[in-house]
């Protein structure tokens, strides 16, 4: 059974950081894309980074590019989000995906994590 574990959430101060975590068992995504999604109070979760299988390509929404890194350790089945600057928009429950895929397609990832709250405070 495919499992996305996240974790690392929590409440912070607007300029703050945070390191977002998502350790995958079940089986090896190490040759799938992975990706960070969120969904912030009355709106529509929305897409917010991805990276390749092999790491070497990455892909931000334009909000967070420059702000939010995505990494990951194939070793571990884990993929990062690590969220500088943060500001009170970034406040959503955050989403690990897993795709079906080496790299990130429109269609979308195939597995799910059940979300971790991220809180920025003004």
């Known amino acids: 059974q495919v499992q996305l574990v996240e974790s690392g959430g929590g409440l912070v101060q607007a300029g703050g950081s945070l390191r977002l975590s998502c350790a995958a068992s079940?089986?090896?995504?190490?040759?799938?894309?992975m990706g960070w999604f969120r969904r912030a109070p009355g709106k529509e979760r929305e897409f917010v980074a991805a990276?390749?299988?092999?790491?070497?390509?990455?892909y931000y929404r334009d909000t967070v590019k420059g702000r939010f890194t995505i990494s990951r350790d194939n070793a571990k089945n884990t993929v990062y989000l690590q969220l500088n600057s943060l500001k009170p928009e970034d406040t959503a429950v955050y989403y690990c995906?897993?795709?079906?895929?080496?790299?990130?397609?429109?269609?979308?990832?195939?597995?799910w994590g059940q979300g971790t709250q991220v809180t920025v405070s003004s």
């Open positions: 079940g089986r090896t995504f190490s040759n799938s894309a």
């Open positions: 995906a897993a795709y079906s895929t080496m790299v990130a397609v429109s269609t979308g990832p195939r597995y």
């Open positions: 990276i390749a299988w092999s790491g070497g390509n990455t």
